[in-house]
């Protein structure tokens, strides 16, 4: 049957894979980006690193809440030098999508895209020597996954990530409702900047961790990037964090976590919807890493 999800937890859920488009796109090593001081919610300065660059001590799988910086973002980011075409490079890139090194001594490295940051645009790339890598190397990206549709339960919109890591999210369906694994949850009023983006489909946006206590009710404090995590009443479906009692959103975590009033861990949105239709379930080891098998 075409477009159907053979894994064996997903047997039931059919999807339009095979007509969804593949694009290459092209994209570059970002050099980083430093905006000092940093001013925290009680008032602190910080002179700390910022976005971009070639993060060598923090990637995929590590704590979010690991580095003294802000926003810092795991692995490799890249962009589009040219203004006009960066945008498309972040509404196309998907989690998951294969990368290629195109240009510089480690050419021909393979990896994945394994987010994006909206306001900086950036994509965010794992490679498996990341120390080979230089500022400007060109990266080649199979964009595929945008226009993704899960045909027996349209009411879910499917968005951000690769047909085949979608494919290894060990989802289960029962009485009707798509089980998905996920590390935490997010309650709504725990959520900040990047609410009200009207694109869901090119940003992030954060999780809102001022109230350090809160965030350790709800152990927030423990997501790592790559983490799958729900975000509670919120529907995605056309702008990022729109509050909707009942929906709930599942996302990945992005980047770490920041000292700026109103921001925090940074979430890319892979499924949303405003129905009862998605059942977060709770499970330490739901992490884009394992189901990459990196």
Not at 84 to 96: E, F, K, W
Request: hydrophobic residues 35%; glycine residues 12%; proline residues 5%.
């Amino acid at each position: 049957m075409r477009g159907v999800n053979k894994t064996k937890e997903n047997n039931s859920i059919r999807t339009n894979k095979d007509q969804v488009v593949q694009l290459s796109i092209l994209v570059e090593v970002a050099h980083p980006v430093v905006r000092m001081p940093v001013v925290d919610g009680n008032g602190t300065s910080f002179y700390i690193p910022g976005v971009g660059g070639i993060t060598y001590n923090f990637g995929l799988g590590d704590s979010a809440f690991k580095m003294h910086g802000d926003h810092i973002e795991p692995d490799v980011s890249a962009k589009n030098k040219d203004k006009d075409l960066n945008p498309t490079c972040m509404a196309l890139a998907c989690i998951g999508n294969e990368a290629t090194l195109i240009s510089g001594d480690a050419k021909g490295m393979k990896g994945y895209v394994i987010g994006k940051h909206g306001g900086i645009d950036h994509i965010l790339i794992w490679f498996p020597e990341k120390e080979k890598l230089a500022i400007g190397d060109k990266i080649q990206i199979k964009a595929w996954g945008q226009g993704l549709e899960i045909v027996n339960y349209p009411e879910v919109k499917v968005m951000n990530i690769d047909p085949d890591l979608f494919e290894k999210i060990p989802i289960k369906i029962k009485n009707r409702k798509l089980h998905v694994p996920v590390t935490a949850i997010v309650p709504a009023h725990l959520t900040g900047s990047g609410i009200g983006a009207g694109n869901p489909a090119s940003t992030d946006y954060d999780m809102n961790t001022l109230d350090k206590e809160e965030i350790k009710k709800f152990k927030l404090d423990k997501v790592r990037i790559g983490d799958l995590v729900a975000i509670s009443d919120h529907y995605n479906g056309y702008g990022a964090g729109g509050y909707k009692e009942g929906a709930v959103s599942i996302g990945v975590v992005v980047h770490s976590n920041c000292y700026k009033t109103g921001h925090g861990p940074g979430m890319v949105i892979i499924m949303t919807s405003k129905e009862d239709n998605i059942v977060p379930v709770l499970d330490k080891d739901s992490n884009i890493k394992n189901y990459l098998n990196i």
